[in-house]
């Protein structure tokens, strides 16, 4: 079955520091990956996706994920953390097969301080 | 800016009541969705829809159901309102199956 999974429920980090968020995947197929962000109590923004071609891919405010095949993994990198980067961070997933459905990650929230 | 607008922000309603959540997007999208976020258990779909008068279930329908009459609306409706149905409710949109979905700000039910 399809299944997406974010293995840490927080990650904490210094103002400064790199950052990353880790997800996996399971798919039979072609994997579509999403990464997107929820500040508290607000909908979720979209920040970046892999559909196909390079691996790494950059998206919004500065972030980017690495698309690993070999290890089934879409880990959210970003070199410098900012304290405004504090927020729920969802990874998504899509197959070719799936019609129009997402398959959200658990949530990992980020915590940056200053 | 495509814009998805969710009628409330904070809705509190008593157990039984039939609870109506209201969607709207305006940039012609054919497919919306209607997801409940619950902590730990990340977004859950509920139902969807690709066109007008057309629906999916999503996992967990149960206790839930569904209107689109026009595109632009979609409209998720709790027949019977329990408190095993207090949570986050988000509504999406999107043009295209390789597209990010845009979300709206969500609707935060409470039953009591």
Redesign the interface.
């Known amino acids: 079955a399809q299944s997406v999974a974010q293995p840490e ?1 927080q990650v904490n980090v210094a103002e400064g520091n790199p950052l990353t968020v880790k997800c996996t995947y399971s798919v039979s197929g072609n994997p ?1 990956l ?1 990464w ?1 962000v929820q500040y508290p ?6 920040l970046l ?1 892999y ?1 196909t071609g390079d691996n790494l891919v950059k998206g919004s405010y500065g972030f980017e994920a690495e698309f690993n095949k070999s290890q089934t993994s879409f880990h959210l990198k970003k070199p410098s953390a900012l304290v405004s980067d504090s927020a729920l961070y ?1 990874c998504v997933l ?1 197959w070719v097969d799936s ?4 398959i ?4 990992t929230r980020l915590l940056v301080r200053p | 800016d495509v814009k ?1 607008t969710q009628s409330s ?1 904070y809705l509190v309603k008593r157990t039984g009541e039939k609870v109506f959540l209201e969607c709207v997007q305006d940039m012609d999208h054919e ?1 919306m ?1 209607w ?1 409940r976020q619950d902590p ?6 509920i139902y ?1 829809s ?1 066109d007008v008068k057309m629906k ?1 279930k ?1 996992d967990i329908p149960e206790g839930y159901s569904v209107s689109r009459e026009k595109k632009e609306r979609f409209s998720l409706i709790l027949e019977s309102a329990s408190t095993n149905q207090t949570s986050m409710y ?1 509504c ?1 949109s ?1 043009p295209h ?2 597209y ?7 609707t935060r039910l409470t039953v009591v």
Not at chain 1, 99 to 102: A, D, E, G, V
Request: net charge positive; no cysteine; aromatic share 26%.
């Open positions: 429920d579509y999403f997107y109590n607000r909908g979720l923004q979209f996706k559909i969802f899509r019609s129009y459905k997402l959200f990650g658990s949530g | 998805v922000r497919n969705f997801y730990g258990l990340g977004l859950r779909l969807f690709y999916e999503g988000l999406a999107s199956r390789d990010g979905y845009t979300f709206g700000s969500g």
